[in-house]
């Protein structure tokens, strides 16, 4: 009797003091939060209005207005942007089609008004800055979603972002090719597990060395659709600073699947 209440009282104050926990602390895995957040619902179509801010290191800013749409067709995502200021970037558009297919490499394409012409942008070119942004072409791309096949995951912890509880994700880049198209060798994300979108990322170079910080702000329903108004990106080896604002989103706009074209690039909005 005296050997039982012992470790009763031992087990008690162990306890106590947190040495064991009678809940499972087990996380949930990367790959299940990466699935999480691709299932989110995100609307079938959107139009919205989307305000570039560029600010070098001296606290130049340069601005750029646009109006942009993204659709789904079945699985298949297409996103396009239209430049309409300022004067000297204005008609500039980019397409592009993210295909549910892992084996099928996804299309992207670049108008630019004074080459008069179309432009593909291949996979080895999607880590590059999108037009003096601090995106990639393939953050562009993917929005609030995640890439499966370009990673390994895992979920290494909690934290919390502007209040909210999320877990800590790191994805691995599956190659040396993947990492050097990527831009970037590895990224850690904190997720939102109750609405399942990544509240903050932080990307390595290919040495390794911090590149840059991503936060997604002011996330509100839209029309019963969680949406990040504010998208803002540090970049950590040049001091440039990107901030993406989204107004006037609108998920029951009646889009033309013929904005989603190569000859809608050229026509412009």
């Known amino acids: 009797m005296k050997y039982l209440k012992f470790n009763y009282l031992l087990i008690s104050t162990l306890l106590a003091i947190g040495f064991i926990n009678t809940v499972n602390a087990e996380l949930p895995s990367g790959d299940e939060i990466a699935k999480k957040i691709n299932a989110r619902d995100e609307g079938i179509v959107v139009g919205r209005n989307l305000k570039m ?28 942007i239209f430049y309409l200021k300022p004067k000297n970037i204005k008609d500039t558009a980019f397409l592009t089609y993210d295909y549910a297919d892992k084996e099928k490499e996804d299309d ?10 179309v432009r593909r942008i291949s996979a080895s070119d999607r880590g590059d800055y999108f037009l003096g942004t601090d995106f990639s072409f393939e953050d562009i791309k993917l929005e609030t979603r995640v ?20 877990y800590w994700v790191e994805d691995t880049a599956i190659d040396d090719e993947t990492a050097e198209e990527l831009g970037h060798i590895r990224r850690e994300s904190c997720v939102d597990d109750n609405i399942w979108i990544v509240r903050k990322s932080v990307f390595w170079d290919l040495q390794n060395k911090l590149l840059k910080t991503t936060y997604f702000r002011d996330i509100s329903k839209i029309q019963g659709i969680w949406t990040a108004h504010k998208i803002e990106v540090e970049n950590h080896k040049t001091g440039h600073h990107t901030t993406f604002t989204f107004t006037e989103v609108d998920y029951s706009e009646a889009v033309s699947d ?6 809608a690039l050229k026509r412009g909005l």
Not at 53 to 74: L, N
Not at 108 to 117: E, G, S
């Open 53 to 80: 801010e560029m600010t070098d290191r001296h606290g130049k800013v340069r601005v750029r207005e646009t109006r942009s749409f993204r659709k789904y067709f079945g699985d298949e995502k297409r996103t396009a």
């Open 147 to 166: 890439s499966i096949k370009d990673y390994t995951r895992k979920t290494i912890g909690e934290d919390k972002v502007d209040g909210v509880h999320c």
């Open 258 to 263: 013929k904005v989603f074209t190569q000859n």
């Open 108 to 117: 992207q394409w670049l108008y630019l008004p004074a080459m008069r012409k």
